[in-house]
């Protein structure tokens, strides 16, 4: 073997050796789970409705799940990410919260076909922040009858729940709890639609 073959054998070895030793961090995976609601409407006499769409703040719109530094600045944890996209888990989520406000059979899950009868509720949440060890959201939603029936329904409310910390488990819990206490005010709205 000559000297450089001999060099290069060497410095392979080192390499692999190294790689080998490495081991990357475990992914945390993240849900944002149901919410017990702060009352149930059992004279909820509306339409079943059903949420088509939910959008989340640019910034939030990934797979990695969003901290705040002391200086409350955004980083992205690497190794923490959502179970699916957070539009896509928030809307099941608050799908999962409205059905326990509401009377049985009174919310249509997203991939369920929606009858003509039913209200749409379309969510904007326009804004998630964290300040020291309280967490905000700025949301807000349209409730749209079957057409011709009455008008629309638009509000707007802003969201708050206390967190322990400001670790990924900490910021999921909060996404859950904002959005029950949304559930609890979207259900309050939808109650509101009497149809003739």
């Not at 699916?84 to 249509?108: C, E, M, Y």
């Amino acid at each position: 073997m000559n000297k450089t073959r001999i060099a290069w054998w060497v410095v392979g070895s080192a390499v692999a050796v190294t790689l080998g030793a490495c081991r990357s961090a475990p992914t945390r995976v993240y849900g944002i789970d149901p919410s017990v609601p702060a009352t149930h409407i059992d004279t909820y006499q509306a339409p079943a409705l059903r949420v088509d769409s939910i959008n989340v703040p640019a910034s939030w719109d990934r797979l990695e799940i969003l901290g705040f530094s002391a200086a409350g600045e955004l980083r992205i944890s690497e190794f923490d990410h959502w179970s699916a996209p957070l539009p896509q888990i928030a809307r099941q989520a608050l799908s999962d919260d409205l059905d326990k406000r509401l009377p049985l059979g009174s919310v249509i899950y997203p991939r369920l076909p929606k009858s003509n009868g039913a209200l749409t509720v379309n969510v904007d949440i326009l804004e998630f922040n964290i300040v020291a060890s309280q967490a905000s959201m700025q949301a807000s939603w349209l409730i749209i009858p079957p057409a011709g029936s009455q008008s629309g329904k638009r509000s707007v409310a802003s969201l708050h729940a206390s967190m322990a910390s400001r670790e990924p488990a900490a910021v999921a819990h909060a996404w859950s709890e904002l959005i029950g206490q949304l559930a609890d005010r979207i259900a309050a709205d939808a109650a509101s639609f009497h149809m003739p």
